[in-house]
């Protein structure tokens, strides 16, 4: 069975940093991304970040310049170095992980809070 576990949130005061990272673990073959969304309160999910398996990565516009995707393909693991942190980007975070380009699977999220 697949296992998505985030760590690293916390309570930050803006303008500082975290650094989220989620492992895989389980009988995983095929991964094509992994990447990290985030869902305020009263809000509809949203993308951040993904990495390919061939370390293509893309950034939603409102994280550009101060959020930095990496992964660790040995340990199945991805982190988000997460700098400049302001109020708006409270938010639970969760990891997603696409294998085979026909799965998706999804950690139980990791919430950032950001005080300003």
């Known amino acids: 069975q697949v296992q998505l576990v985030e760590s690293g949130g916390g309570l930050v005061q803006a303008g500082g940093s975290l650094n989220l990272s989620c492992a895989a673990s389980g009988n995983i073959f095929g991964i094509n991304a992994m990447g990290w969304y985030r869902q305020a309160p009263g809000k509809q999910r949203e993308f951040v970040a993904i990495i390919t398996s061939r370390d293509t990565v893309n950034y939603a516009d409102s994280v550009t310049g101060r959020f930095t995707i990496s992964r660790i393909n040995a340990k199945n693991t991805v982190s988000l170095q997460m700098n400049s942190l302001e109020p708006e980007d409270t938010a639970r975070y969760y990891c997603?992980?696409?294998?085979?380009?026909?799965?998706?699977?999804w950690g139980q999220g990791t919430q950032v809070t950001v005080s300003s």
């Open positions: 997603k992980m696409i294998v085979r380009n026909t799965m998706d699977y």
